[in-house]
């Protein structure tokens, strides 16, 4: 078995090496420009066309959960990827803990307070705030997929009031589900701390707007885990000055490096991190991939083929 390789970032040798360890057999090269070579299956980040173009795959493996990068570039050149070639993508391999982490801490974070206490020091005051409840510290995690769900779970144990919002309905106990833009508002009305993890589609480009944050609670919290283009971040601006968001915590921006010229930087109630919240854990990664590969080697069923009409 063949298997290319190509990640702008990575340290390609080891995980040539780790990858072969785990699928004993396979022979992983690093795919160069000029490399027209036969190959079975294809291991990828930000892909360069020539890569993927013309070749028999037996499936490509994104090496990361979000695939709009990939999708995003086939909508330009189709011929990159035909349909009939599967596309995989990481399902947690280690981000579900990640995202747990980050959004756990973050909660706590606003819930206990400590961002109206760090303003406080600033002006050398020393004044007990009044507690928060959790009954007013409802969590809405908009996309209850993969990360959606390891989310909800984290924060639950945390005994904070949990709704989803999704495409679906989900049946998950003490989770309150909501679907589609008919229940958006509803899912938006009692939501106090608003967490996303949606995909990037042409349906949820641009979502989180004025529109969306004016439906939420007075003086909310937006944790932002998905991607940039989700938020429009003028209107997320507005809302901090109108009082409708009291803090805003943003792994991913429209664009990445933030500009320095961005007013997020300077924004106090803006907290940010860059594009860290779950990195790939190479050792996950390559055991799901090597679990994937086996299994569409024995024809058995898998899981994490991107649905590429959908979008995710
Ligand atoms: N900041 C970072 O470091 C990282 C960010 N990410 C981002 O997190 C995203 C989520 O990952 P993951 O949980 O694995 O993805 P999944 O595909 O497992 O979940 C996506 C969820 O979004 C819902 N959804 C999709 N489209 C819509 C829509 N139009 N309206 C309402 N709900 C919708 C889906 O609904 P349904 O369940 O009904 O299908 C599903 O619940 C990734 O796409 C990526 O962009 C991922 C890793 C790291
Ligand atoms: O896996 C992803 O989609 C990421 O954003 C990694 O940082």
Do not use: C
């Amino acid at each position: 078995m063949e298997i290319i390789f190509y990640h702008p970032t990575f340290d390609t040798q080891w995980w040539i090496a780790a990858l072969e360890k785990q699928l004993p057999g396979a022979r992983v090269r690093e795919w160069k420009s000029g490399d027209n070579e036969p190959a079975d299956y294809a291991l990828v980040w930000h892909p360069p066309v020539e890569m993927l173009q013309g070749r028999e795959l037996k499936a490509v493996f994104a090496l990361g959960a979000g695939v709009d990068s990939i999708l995003s570039k086939l909508r330009e050149h189709p011929e990159m990827l035909p349909l009939s070639i599967p596309l995989f993508r990481l399902e947690d391999t280690g981000m579900g803990l990640q995202m747990q982490e980050y959004a756990v801490s973050q909660v706590l974070h606003w819930f206990r307070r400590f961002d109206d206490y760090q303003a406080l020091k600033q002006e050398t005051r020393w004044e007990p705030l009044p507690e928060f409840t959790r009954d007013e510290f409802t969590i809405g995690i908009m996309g209850a997929g993969v990360l959606g769900s390891k989310v909800a779970e984290s924060l639950l144990a945390w005994g904070f009031p949990v709704r989803v919002w999704s495409r679906s309905h989900k049946d998950w106990p003490n989770v309150q589900s909501f679907a589609g833009e008919s229940e958006m508002g509803e899912f938006l009305r009692e939501t106090r701390v608003l967490i996303n993890l949606l995909p990037n589609t042409a349906e949820t480009v641009g979502i989180i707007n004025h529109a969306l944050l004016n439906q939420l609670q007075d003086q909310s919290y937006l944790l932002n885990l998905a991607r940039g283009v989700h938020v429009n971040e003028d209107e997320l601006l507005r809302a901090l000055e109108n009082g409708k968001v009291k803090g805003a915590m943003l792994d991913v921006f429209s664009r990445e490096p933030l500009p320095v010229e961005s007013p997020l930087w300077r924004h106090p109630r803006v907290a940010m991190t860059p594009h860290i919240a779950a990195v790939t854990r190479p050792q996950e990664a390559i055991a799901y991939i090597g679990k994937t590969i086996t299994g569409l080697e024995r024809g058995e069923a898998v899981t994490g083929q991107v649905d590429r009409a959908r979008g995710y």
